[in-house]
């Protein structure tokens, strides 16, 4: 069974202070590691997509890492509006997407 | 730029009755999912379609659950006899041939009394 682990739970940083979440994961034949952003009583919103060990995907202050058993999502010198849940799902050879309970990150002004 | 979007956004319902939840999925995608959200809890995966048809659910996917893809828009998630325990958000999503990228619409809240 596919298994997704997110930490930490909830993570406050002061806007400008970098840091990075972590996902584990087990999941027999990785077809894509995806990270989403999702804001209070919202639909999650799609970040990127990580193939392989060794592919980094970056978008603005947010930088995506991938190993065999775990991804980061880096951010660097967060502000305000970068608040929300960061959620890591993965897929394997069916269709559905496994995802964790998510990073509550908080950044504060 | 298009998105997924679902309708109502909220629903309240009596135990034991009948709703539908409706969606309308990226005009040129193919692949249309199904997935729940109990409050403070992990999105869950319940039901994936393509061509017409079921192509993976889950075991929360049961009897009490069904989708259709009623005319070239629309992709509805019945429940036909509400728990209380069916409470949660409901999410569809959908995805282009090709591509893994799931997109995801607002949501449904549903709420049963």
């Known amino acids: 069974e596919d298994q997704v682990t997110q930490s930490p739970e909830a993570l406050r940083l002061q806007e400008g202070e970098s840091s990075s979440l972590n996902c584990s994961y087990t999941?027999?034949?990785?077809?894509?590691l995806f990270w989403y952003r999702q804001d209070p009583g919202k639909g999650p919103e799609f970040l990127f997509t990580l193939y392989s060990a060794g592919e980094e995907k970056e978008k603005e202050r947010l930088k995506a890492t991938l190993t065999k058993k775990e991804s980061f999502l880096h951010i660097t010198a967060p502000k305000p509006e970068d608040s929300a849940t960061y959620l890591c799902a993965v897929r394997n050879s069916g269709s559905r997407l496994t995802f964790g309970e998510g990073t509550q990150l908080t950044v504060n002004p | 730029e298009p998105e997924v979007t679902q309708t109502p956004s909220h629903q309240v319902t009596q135990m034991g009755q009948e709703v539908i939840l409706r969606c309308v999925p990226i005009s040129n995608h193919l692949y249309f999912y199904w997935y729940r959200q109990i409050l403070g809890q992990k999105v869950e995966f319940l039901v994936s379609?393509?061509?017409?048809?079921?192509?993976?659910k889950s075991e929360i996917f049961d009897d009490q659950f069904s989708v259709e893809r009623p005319d070239g828009s629309n992709f509805t998630l019945k429940i036909r006899s509400t728990k209380l325990e069916d409470s949660a958000m409901y999410f569809c999503?959908?995805?282009?041939?090709?591509?893994?990228?799931?997109?995801f619409g607002p949501g449904t809240r549903l709420t049963v009394l």
């Open positions: 999503a959908s995805n282009k041939q090709g591509h893994n990228e799931q997109f």
């Open positions: 999941v027999s034949g990785l077809r894509g």
């Open positions: 379609f393509y061509n017409n048809e079921i192509s993976e």
